[in-house]
């Protein structure tokens, strides 16, 4: 059992930068392949970026690669999402989560989501 809890996240202008992080309880962190996904409102939840176990590994969607940039600790069970460069259509319900496999849909735990508003 692995439990999620995001932060980091804000009101933000256009052009600037947040860094979202998800703690992680559980001594099996890092086991688990992490991902970030997002949510705004009215759409459905779509995958952002993702991250192997080891952390060598890395994943990021078109609309965020060379802007945002995933990473973990494992040392301190926490996983991260530097987002630089933000966009308006970047607002949206940002949620991290944790699975078995390296992907963009199957995860196993989720966390309750961070809130980031990106204004023009």
């Known amino acids: 059992q692995v439990q999620l809890v995001e932060s980091g996240g804000g009101l933000v202008q256009a052009g600037g930068s947040l860094r979202l992080s998800c703690a992680a309880s559980?001594?099996?962190?890092?086991?688990?392949?992490m991902g970030w996904f997002r949510q705004a409102p009215g759409k459905e939840r779509e995958f952002v970026a993702t991250?192997?176990?080891?952390?060598?590994?890395?994943y990021y969607a078109d609309s965020v690669k060379g802007r945002f940039t995933i990473s973990r600790d494992n040392a301190k069970n926490t996983v991260y999402l530097q987002m630089n460069s933000l966009k308006p259509e970047d607002t949206a319900v940002y949620y991290c989560a944790a699975g078995s496999s390296f992907s963009t849909v199957d995860y196993d735990y989720w966390g309750q989501g961070t809130q980031v508003t990106v204004s023009s």
């Open positions: 559980g001594r099996t962190f890092s086991r688990y392949h």
């Open positions: 991250i192997s176990w080891s952390g060598v590994t890395t």
